[in-house]
Antibody, heavy 120, light 108 residues
Framework: QVHLVQSGPEVKKPGASVKVSCKTS????????VSWVRQVPGHGLEWMGW????????KNAQKLQGRLTMTSDTSTSTAYMELRNLRSDDAAVYYC?????????????WGQGTLVTVSS | SYILTQPPSMSVAPGKTARITCGGN??????VHWYQQKSGQAPVLVIS???DRPSGIPERFSGSNSGNTAALTISRVEAGDEADYYC???????????FGGGTKLTVL
């Protein structure tokens, strides 16, 4: 069975950074990618970017360029998302998803979500 | 960037058919995926590549895509189908993955 298990909720101050982990199991990590999607409570889904489990290549959404870094550790089948210089509008639930290669266009399994609160 | 347009909400009586649309410029040339998100839960893929049903998704869920409109159709709607539904595509020109704004389906 495919599972994506994310790290726990975070509370951060404006200007700080947050790093969320996504530990995967039940499939060959290097045969897929991991994408990150966030959702402000009560609002829709926003794609943030994705990273290839095969070669570590990543692609960020343009609006997050410069603040978002995605990494992965193939030895533990874990992906990471770090968002820097947090603002109040970054407060959201962050999801990791498995994506197909090479197009990374389909999100077939999702993590449980990590709530990130940004408050002074 | 590529924009996907969904109706914000719709309601349907149990046993009837719900058709949720997703509009986009020449969306018929793209592969559309649909996700169901129940309250407080992570999204679940219900339709992939316009009309394929992943394992475990009831046959009541079907999809279509042509011209400027894709659609998710839920036949014989049940109370358990009440959820938010999102369409999604890969915009190859920007290499971005794009979601529609979501449609809240209420079962009367």
């Amino acid at each position: 069975q495919v599972h994506l298990v994310q790290s726990g909720p975070e509370v951060k101050k404006p200007g700080a950074s947050v790093k969320v982990s996504c530990k995967t199991s039940g499939y060959t990590f290097t045969s897929y990618g991991v994408s990150w999607v966030r959702q402000v409570p009560g609002h829709g889904l926003e794609w943030m970017g994705w990273i290839s489990g095969y070669n570590g290549k990543s692609k960020n959404a343009q609006k997050l360029q410069g603040r978002l870094t995605m990494t992965s550790d193939t030895s533990t089948s874990t992906a990471y998302m770090e968002l820097r210089n947090l603002r109040s509008d970054d407060a959201a639930v962050y999801y990791c998803t498995r994506v197909d290669l090479p197009a990374a266009g389909l999100f077939d399994y999702w993590g449980q979500g990590t709530l990130v609160t940004v408050s002074s | 960037s590529y924009i996907l347009t969904q109706p914000p909400s719709m309601s349907v009586a149990p046993g009837k058919t719900a058709r949720i649309t997703c509009g986009g410029n020449n969306i018929g040339f793209k592969s559309v995926h649909w996700y169901q998100q129940k309250s407080g839960q992570a999204p679940v893929l219900v339709i992939s590549f316009n009309s394929d049903r992943p394992s475990g998704i009831p046959e009541r869920f079907s999809g279509s895509n042509s011209g400027n409109t894709a659609a998710l159709t839920i036949s014989r709607v049940e109370a358990g189908d009440e959820a938010d539904y999102y369409c999604q595509v890969w915009d190859s020109s920007s290499d971005h993955r794009v979601f529609g704004g979501g449609t809240k389906l209420t079962v009367l």
